[in-house]
């Protein structure tokens, strides 16, 4: 199994740009998560997607951000225009229930500078 | 606001010891539990899970569970500098619009010095 892929891996931006991030699931998982990583604020929940719907958007900071998921395996994240505290590692996750147990496996990141 | 509190760290133990990670929430109807560990620079790495009071074992690692004292515990024997790592504790929440979501500690941050 190839596990959550993210693209790009890092990305280096000029402030005001758009950035675009992008995610595919595992294979057979019904629920897509959108993660933020920072040293001060930890790990944030950013947005999650059960079967291609957006079920909770409430950790999207501001309208700079959006998300999509067009099908099954393949969703996005964009800021635009982006700014230098949007600098952070951004996690993609999916999951699966097996046994009743929900067991979520995130991607590599994607490490977003913003100049 | 459901938290999960954890104390940041770091927690030096030295190589051989017990390590011990704890963990508390605020949500009691939190059902699911979870400890992944993160190497500097890597994505969170599913360790252990737990749904029941009581302890489970997996090699050298046993989580705990108290849903009374909304308490949960990782301890990590014979502790390898290998296991330097930050360890959040996520715990799965229960509400309408977030059944299916995790809710993670901060993380605590573990040196095993050799």
């Known amino acids: 199994d190839a596990g959550v892929i993210q693209s790009p891996r890092h990305e280096v931006t000029e402030m005001g740009q758009e950035v675009t991030l992008r995610c595919k699931p595992i294979s057979g998982h019904n629920s897509l998560f959108w993660y933020r990583q920072t040293m001060m604020r930890g790990l944030e929940l950013l947005i999650y997607?059960?079967?291609?719907?957006?079920?909770?958007d409430s950790g999207m900071p501001e309208d700079r951000f959006s998300a999509k998921m067009p099908n099954a395996s393949f969703s996005t994240l964009k800021i635009q225009p982006s700014e230098p505290r949007d600098s952070a590692v951004y996690f993609c996750a999916s999951s699966a229930y097996r046994d009743r147990v929900l067991f979520q496996f995130f991607g590599p990141g994607t490490r977003l500078t913003v100049l | 606001q459901k938290e999960v509190e954890q104390n940041s760290g770091p927690l030096s133990v030295p190589e051989g010891a017990i390590a011990s990670l704890n963990c508390t929430y605020s949500?009691?109807?939190?059902?699911?539990f979870f400890w992944y560990r993160q190497y500097s620079g890597k994505s969170p790495e599913l360790i252990m899970f737990?749904?029941?009071?009581g302890d489970k074992e997996d090699g050298r690692f046993t989580a705990q569970l108290n849903k009374a004292s909304q308490y949960v515990s990782l301890l990590i024997r014979d502790s390898q500098p290998s296991d330097s790592a930050t360890y959040l504790c996520a715990v799965n929440m229960v509400g309408s619009n977030s059944g299916y979501a995790l809710n993670f500690g901060k993380g605590t941050s573990l040196l095993v010095t050799p």
């Open positions: 997607f059960n079967n291609n719907v957006p079920i909770d």
């Open positions: 737990i749904y029941s009071n």
């Open positions: 949500d009691r109807g939190s059902q699911s």
